[in-house]
């Protein structure tokens, strides 16, 4: 072989490499999109999907009245239940845990 065609089987090798890259590149984001089209309620089963508001949630356009503080041990178990969303899904982006209080709720 001589030294002209070692330098094109180089570059033939090293292009093929990188369009192969390109083209991982271009398949990974492809899948992320289709991704985030899916959701996380149907990655899940369906289970903690949001809920549209009912017409009394949507009747209030201000923020809940503060009526009195949450107990410690309520605090305690939300703390625990956003540790280990963040612990377990730590590497999705854009995973976020939502908690609501319901006024009247006991």
Do not use: K
């Not at 990655?43 to 503060?66: C, D, L, R, V, Y």
Request: aromatic letters at 4%; a positive charge.
């Amino acid at each position: 072989m001589s030294q002209w065609e070692a330098w094109i089987v180089t570059a033939l090798g090293m292009s093929v490499v990188f369009i192969g890259l390109v083209a991982c590149i271009g398949f990974i984001r492809l899948i992320g999109r289709l991704a985030q089209r899916v959701g996380p309620s149907a990655a899940h089963g369906g289970h903690g999907a949001a809920q549209a508001p009912t017409e009394s949630a949507a009747a209030t356009s201000g923020p809940h009245p503060i009526s009195e503080p949450i107990p410690a041990d309520v605090l305690a178990v939300i703390a625990l239940v956003v540790e280990l969303e963040r612990t377990l899904y730590m590497n999705r982006p854009g995973a976020r845990v939502t908690i609501r209080r319901h006024v009247g709720a006991p």
